[in-house]
């Protein structure tokens, strides 16, 4: 079982910055697929960015040129740095994890294995 925590949400002014944080518990994480995702009211969760063992990143959209994903594989943990926040960006984010076994056609086809909690962003001014 892997337990995914994150950290850094809250809220902020439009053109600024939040750092998120997610740290990974067990075993496998250097080989574990992790990514954000992010949900609005009324709205199905979408993907934001995803990044392999391999380092290989996606992103949706309306991330690119705005959000980083970076992982530290020495500290189980997962980063998203958002610049350039919207009114649009706020929701609630998710750390998501797949199980290390699985290849990247399952990946690219299956939801997450593991969830984290949730953590609000709120763009606002």
């Known amino acids: 079982q892997v337990e995914l925590v994150e950290a850094g949400g809250g809220l902020v002014q439009p053109g600024g910055s939040l750092r998120l944080s997610c740290t990974a518990s067990?075993?496998?994480?250097?080989?574990?697929?992790m990514a954000w995702y992010r949900q609005i009211p009324g709205k199905e969760r979408a993907l934001v960015a995803r990044i392999l063992g391999s380092g290989h990143t996606t992103y949706a959209d309306s991330a690119k040129g705005r959000f980083t994903i970076s992982r530290d594989n020495a500290k189980n943990t997962m980063t998203l740095q958002m610049n350039s926040l919207k009114l649009e960006d706020t929701a609630v984010y998710y750390c998501?994890?797949?199980?290390?076994?699985?290849?990247?056609?399952?990946?690219?086809?299956?939801?997450?294995?593991?969830w984290g909690q949730g953590i609000q962003v709120t763009v606002s001014s």
């Open positions: 998501a994890a797949w199980m290390a076994t699985k290849i990247l056609s399952t990946i690219n086809s299956t939801p997450p294995d593991y």
């Open positions: 067990g075993s496998n994480f250097r080989r574990r697929a």
